[in-house]
């Protein structure tokens, strides 16, 4: 890659930046050019070296520019960043989309007519006070002592991008779990800040390294407390104490939970924020239960943390949908959806153990404390991951690949696959074709 001769100008610091900045918004700059050494355009334009130096500086710290150490500074792109449901379909049998079973979703639509809705104006409270009132109860219960304000998002994906943005600034680190929900994965990459991995078990989160995230500075935890994506693991009441221990030692970090599988998990929540904690939230989303396309979280938050929510919802989309609250109100005030809840959570508990049990039998290992709960079950594997996903395809299943998920430096070679729609027969086949695939992964 060779440095990008470009006219490049300016006597100051701001000067320069405005420059880069003019020559990306004209295209004689793309992403991934270099820019000139420091020594180099300093003597070009007769300045401090530390004029061009700082300039860059500031072009990293807005995401206009990427430093690669000694490689340079270049011209940086927008992420490229995987999501769920993302191009799939066709005659293979997909095991990868993280959807929820769409025959275990309420009528939404039907709900959306119940009650009473009258269209809002501009002015209009922000949160349906039926919604919140049913929030407030069932949060009370888990944030014991704890005073809160209940608002609603745009889905937990904007809860977490919210908060992160109204505590944190470009370069800051995130600790995040290793690996991870593709949307906290995406949602930091993007908004430009650093992500410290946190090693996940069976049981979450691990505590020494949340402690050495922590201690390298993450100023941010987001965590998934149960149902964890990709792997399906929900933290144990021993497990969340000791992660509690370990923030009350750093009470001046954003502690996020993102509860979103809260309604059809198998596993109590157990909370990972201690009393100590000035800045937190826990975030529910109602996409696994109600609907993706019902876009909208329940996020209880300390009154310094919902006042900058509130704040940042209003300079937005000054609400979320009033008829979407009132439809999900509707929903979760319904016996017939609680009663479909369960069934929920009996079929994806049986479904995931279903996968499990025909994977064992198969000769293909586990942990012994492994339970998954929620949509997905992860597989380590002994080889490779990718030639392993091909040859799935070849016989005709859709997973993903374990790197995808990965925030850290040492991937670990494993497959997610979506149990949420797995018949008894579909999950006997899969074993099969994966056992004869991990025999010979490069067969067709």
């Known amino acids: 890659m060779e440095v990008v001769i470009v006219p490049i100008s300016g006597t100051t610091a701001t000067e320069i930046v405005s420059s880069v900045r003019d020559l990306i918004a004209s295209g004689e700059l793309v992403p991934r050019d270099l820019l000139p050494p420091v020594r180099t355009l300093a003597a070009e334009l007769g300045v401090n070296r530390n004029t061009v130096a700082a300039a860059y500086r500031q072009l990293v710290v807005a995401g206009v520019a990427a430093t690669r150490g000694r490689g340079g500074t270049m011209v940086a792109g927008m992420d490229q960043v995987a999501r769920e449901g993302a191009g799939f379909g066709g005659r293979l049998t997909d095991l990868a989309s993280g959807n929820p079973d769409p025959e275990l979703l309420p009528d939404a639509l039907a709900a959306a007519r119940r009650g009473e809705y009258r269209q809002p104006l501009y002015g209009a409270p922000a949160v349906d006070p039926g919604l919140a ?78 402690r050495a995230a922590l201690e390298s500075g993450a100023r941010a935890v987001v965590c998934t ?51 100590q904690s000035a800045t937190w939230a826990l975030v529910r989303s109602v996409s696994k239960f109600l609907g993706p396309d019902l876009r909208l979280a329940l996020v209880a938050a ?72 929620g949509l997905n079950v992860w597989i380590d594997l002994d080889t490779q991951a990718r030639p392993v996903v091909d040859a799935l395809a070849r016989r005709g299943w859709l997973v993903r690949p374990g790197d995808l998920f990965a925030t850290g430096q040492a991937d670990r070679q494993a497959i997610r696959v979506t149990t949420a729609t797995l018949t008894e027969q579909r999950a006997r086949e899969f074993a099969t074709d994966l056992a004869a695939v991990l025999d010979h992964p490069h067969a067709a």
């Open 133 to 210: 009132e049913w929030a407030a109860g069932g949060y009370a219960e888990d944030i014991a002592g704890q005073p809160f304000k209940v608002l609603v998002t745009n889905g937990a994906a904007d809860a977490t991008e919210r908060l992160l943005n109204a505590y944190l600034t470009r370069g800051d680190a995130v600790a995040v779990e290793d690996p991870c929900f593709l949307g906290t994965i995406g949602t930091v990459r993007l908004n430009g800040y650093r992500t410290a991995p946190v090693a996940v078990d069976h049981a979450g989160m691990r505590p020494e390294a949340l």
């Open 225 to 275: 407390p149960r149902a964890h994506n990709p792997t399906g693991a929900s933290l144990t009441a021993g497990r969340a104490a000791e992660l509690r221990a370990i923030l009350a030692e750093h009470p001046q970090v954003l502690i996020i939970e993102d509860d979103h599988f809260s309604a059809v998990s198998t596993v109590p929540y157990h909370r990972i924020t201690p009393p």
């Open 302 to 373: 300390d009154e310094e943390t919902a006042r900058r929510l509130e704040t940042r919802l209003s300079a937005g989309t000054m609400w979320v949908s009033l008829l979407l609250q009132h439809t999900a109100r509707e929903l979760l005030l319904d016996p017939k959806v609680r009663a479909q809840h369960e069934r929920a959570r009996t079929a994806y508990a049986e479904r995931s153990a279903r996968l499990m049990k025909e994977i064992n039998a198969h000769g293909i290992s586990t942990p012994a404390a492994y339970r998954p709960d």
